[in-house]
């Protein structure tokens, strides 16, 4: 089993920058990518960016292009997702998961474990 904790979500204004963080324990040895995804009211669960446990390069939804950065620091078991230039429109619950499938993917369908979500507010 593995155990993800997500923090660093609150409110922000339009413009601003938060800091999201994924911790994961347990079992980390068995997964290969780490994701993020978010929910908005009434909405489906959106992928947002994913990365591989061995770090390099992150891939992003279309939404998040180039205002988003998911990274890893090697060694440690925590993901980070910085996000910059907010919109209202990226205020949802944001969740990680874990996949354990050496192929990345944006579907929630084929991650494994998932944390409990924070909750991102970006006003305008």
């Known amino acids: 089993q593995v155990q993800l904790v997500e923090s660093g979500g609150g409110l922000v204004q339009a413009g601003g920058s938060l800091r999201l963080s994924c911790a994961a324990s347990?079992?980390?040895?068995?997964?290969?990518?780490i994701g993020w995804f978010r929910q908005a009211p009434g909405k489906e669960r959106e992928w947002v960016a994913a990365?591989?446990?061995?770090?390099?390069?992150?891939y992003y939804g279309d939404s998040v292009e180039g205002r988003f950065t998911i990274s890893k620091n090697s060694g440690e078991n925590t993901v980070y997702l910085q996000m910059d230039s907010l919109k209202p429109e990226d205020t949802a619950i944001y969740y990680c998961?874990?996949?354990?499938?050496?192929?990345?993917?944006?579907?929630?369908?084929?991650?494994?474990?998932w944390g409990q979500g924070t909750q991102v507010t970006v006003s305008s």
């Open positions: 998961a874990a996949d354990r499938s050496y192929y990345w993917s944006s579907s929630p369908g084929a991650y494994d474990y």
């Open positions: 347990g079992q980390t040895d068995s997964i290969y990518t």
């Open positions: 990365i591989s446990v061995s770090g390099g390069s992150g």
